[in-house]
């Protein structure tokens, strides 16, 4: 295994355990099956195991495993706060000792703020007491490092870097966000300013695996130097230097031995240019599946109505490369899920965004179409359902 350094010195293997997709059986976590894989992971050098209060089952069943193996003081543990959930100071206090109680143990490791979307978010659980009930948490020791998860834009994104002084940070990333969601861009100003970065969505929920166009499938086959897409989406990660672990949701016994076997072989810089080509080739014939030629450059913004516009094209163009769902979700979770919404609706055609896309897109006129195809009854139905969830 290779392992990379936190901003304290310790040593995290490059590929980390995502404990969201354990197997089920009867709706329920398959714990046997799940202590295999884990223990595999771990005897290959894994040592980060991320999960999340909301999760289902996975804290508790990551607590279980740890205990029977007793393998608690030999990994890290990462989970994440669901904020959104917190409506008064207390609420605080009341999550966490649930999350100890579950995972069976009387401290989390790296602890996270779980898809926090913008600074209007991070200013609401200030105002509730965050920054003193982290500062305390972090004194007795129970939290050891406190850090923040992020879906949405790289403008956004580095703003909320400079919000506090966080110890690490998790964003999507792969070969296909280098220019949207934080991207490449918040990848370097998070490490700029001394923040380890963990990497979800490393395959796009499985869409860089299962989901990959012909052409692009064909790019892979035709190459001269053979690895399997899986391989190539996370050597692409650990190439980089700024990348410290990297997030696989294993569920197979496979998944770990071909991951554990690909994370001890890749190494910072090992990627060949000509790989690098193929790589973008690969892009490419993805992205002539796109509807909007839309790079995440972020010129266009911020958008006086507060449009998120690479947020809706990325979420729009995911419609016809990873299907509807996906689509949804990511324009859920950049809209629909901020204080204040970031929907193309907002969108009053005033044209300021227009004259800077060196893309040359017709930026109103696109976002009518992402209206039209992505704020439907379902999106609807969400943004109410999140409206009453979070209270505020
Ligand atoms: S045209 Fe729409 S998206 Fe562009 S700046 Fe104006 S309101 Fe924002
Ligand atoms: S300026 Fe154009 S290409 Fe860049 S993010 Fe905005 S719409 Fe996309």
Known sequence: MNYRRDKY?????????????????????????????????????????????????SEAALGEIVEKNGIRDKIFIATKLPHYLIRNP???????????????????????????????????????????????????????????SYH??????????????????MIQYNYMDENSQAGKRGLKYANSKGLPVMIMEPLRGGRLVNNLPEEARKI????????????????????????TCVLSGMNTLEAVEDNVKTASETSVGELSEGDLEMLARVVSAINSKMKVGCTGCGYCVPCPK?????????????????????????????????????????????????????????????????RGKLEGPIYKIARKAIKLFRTY
């Open 9 to 57: 010195g310790h040593e995290l293997s490059a590929l980390a355990y995502g404990c969201m997709r354990f197997k089920r059986s009867g709706g329920k976590i398959d714990i046997a099956a799940a202590e295999e894989q884990i223990m595999a992971a771990f005897n290959g050098g894994v040592n980060y195991f991320d999960t999340a209060y909301i999760y289902p089952g």
């Open 220 to 243: 892979f086959e035709n190459y001269r130097v053979k690895h399997t897409p899986v391989q190539w989406a996370l050597k692409w990660l650990w190439n980089q230097p700024e990348v």
């Open 306 to 370: 507060n449009v998120d516009i690479p947020g809706c094209f990325a979420a729009y163009n995911r419609r016809y490369s990873d299907g509807w769902f996906t689509s949804l979700k990511e324009y859920v979770m950049c809209t629909a899920l901020r204080t204040n919404s970031a929907a193309a609706s907002n969108c009053v055609g005033c044209g300021r965004c227009k004259q800077h896309c060196p893309q040359g897109i017709d930026i109103p006129e696109e976002l009518k179409n992402v």
């Open 152 to 169: 949405g834009g790289a403008e956004m994104f580095c703003r909320l870097v400079d919000a506090f002084h966080w110890d690490f940070c």
């Open 90 to 148: 207390e609420d605080f206090d009341k999550y966490f000792g649930e999350q100890l109680s579950r995972l069976r143990t009387d401290r989390i490791d790296f602890y996270l703020m779980h898809m926090l979307t913008d600074i209007a978010t991070w200013e609401r659980l200030k105002a509730l007491g965050a920054v003193e009930w982290i500062e305390k948490k972090l004194e007795s020791g129970e939290i050891k490092q406190i850090g923040f």
